[in-house]
């Protein structure tokens, strides 16, 4: 077991899949002579050249709809967008085309392709730049969704998302790409919908996912100060959710938080609290709190992105509203 960044372990699910697999290639802005805007892709050209790892132009409904196109023919094209919030222009060939390609093909069709890229609020970009994009594209039958926190998780995930044969949304982080985690060097692979308890506790149930991870993390170990025990769940994927895993904790806690960094209305928070109250209501002893972002745009200055995100402020008067509910 070694140590190495977030974005060498996505480097390394990527060399190792492209050494396995002639078919599976890496498409986007900038990954090939610049080799990557985070440096993600560093080092890949050199090794696999230019019909393997290849520059587009700025023109992500274009490079969307070829490599949907190419999924389509047996190719497994990984596209990363510099930023999730630039995939809007693509979206038409994301939910239009890839998630729906099989089903309107009578299965005659898989669309084995990975979408992936930084997701959420990366410091002061403003609005246009720090949206989370999760729960819309959770929203869509026939994609896959996964939003890694360590390391090891995002190497095991990419690696699975590569080899599916179904259309796969992969959500990183700007403000992760650096982290240090431990990761085999072994091969592993990790499935989709399968949550991972990151901490055992037995008061209350805390659930999150991405960097958010981080705030759910620090919020614990607060509570730990005051004598309350947290148990820390990471979905690693919202479609498919690993509700299971959720109910147990539930069953053992009998109280639930969940935050989230996406606006509040139409969340993965909200599925999960939907379905907590259906299958495990009468384990709960009080109310199920969630933590959002604020229901704005996210501005630029520092002091209104701390004020509008998810905090450990937030998190841990939550966990006491529900830990002292009369």
């Known amino acids: 077991m070694r140590e190495i960044q977030f974005r060498e372990a996505l480097r390394e699910a ?4 492209m050494r396995r697999d002639a078919s599976v290639l890496l498409m986007g802005e900038e990954v090939a002579e610049y080799n990557g805007a985070y440096k993600v892709s560093q080092g890949m050209l050199d090794e696999f050249g230019p019909d393997r790892v290849i520059d587009t132009p700025i023109s992500e409904l274009g490079f969307a709809g070829v490599g949907v196109g190419a999924a389509m023919n047996g190719v497994r094209p990984i596209v990363e967008f510099m930023t999730f ?6 979206i038409d060939q994301i939910i239009n085309s890839a998630a729906k390609m099989l089903s309107m093909s009578g299965g005659q069709f898989n669309v084995p392709i990975v979408f992936r890229g ?12 720090s949206q989370n994009f999760e729960n819309w594209y959770a929203n869509t039958p026939g994609l896959k969704v996964v939003v890694p926190f360590t390391p090891y998780d995002a190497k095991g995930l990419l690696k699975t998302a590569i080899r599916d044969n179904d259309p796969v949304i992969f959500m990183e982080s700007e403000l992760m790409y650096g982290d240090k985690g431990e990761v085999p060097t072994e091969e592993y692979l990790i499935p989709f919908g399968s949550a991972d308890i990151k901490r055992s506790g037995t008061d209350v149930t805390i659930v999150s996912f991405g960097k ?3 705030v ?7 509570l730990e100060k005051e004598g309350i025990s947290a ?9 498919p959710i690993d509700y299971a895993t959720v109910v147990e904790s539930v069953k053992k806690t009998n109280r639930l938080v969940i935050v989230e960094e996406a606006w509040p209305l139409a969340a993965i928070s909200s599925e999960i609290t939907y379905h907590i109250q259906k299958y495990a209501f009468d384990y709960l002893d009080a109310p199920i709190h969630r933590i959002n972002s604020l229901d704005v745009p996210l501005p630029y200055a520092p002091t209104l992105i ?21």
Not at 85 to 90: E, G, I, R
């Open 14 to 17: 990527m060399n190792e899949e």
């Open 85 to 90: 919030n630039f995939s809007l222009v693509a």
């Open 118 to 129: 930084p997701t959420g609020n990366a410091g002061m970009l403003s609005s246009q730049h």
């Open 212 to 214: 958010i991870m981080k």
């Open 216 to 222: 759910a993390l620090a919020a614990a170990t607060e």
């Open 231 to 239: 148990e820390v769940v990471d979905l690693r994927s919202v479609r």
């Open 306 to 326: 701390d004020a509008i995100l998810p905090s450990v402020e937030r998190t841990v008067k939550a966990v006491k509203a529900v830990m002292y509910r009369n």
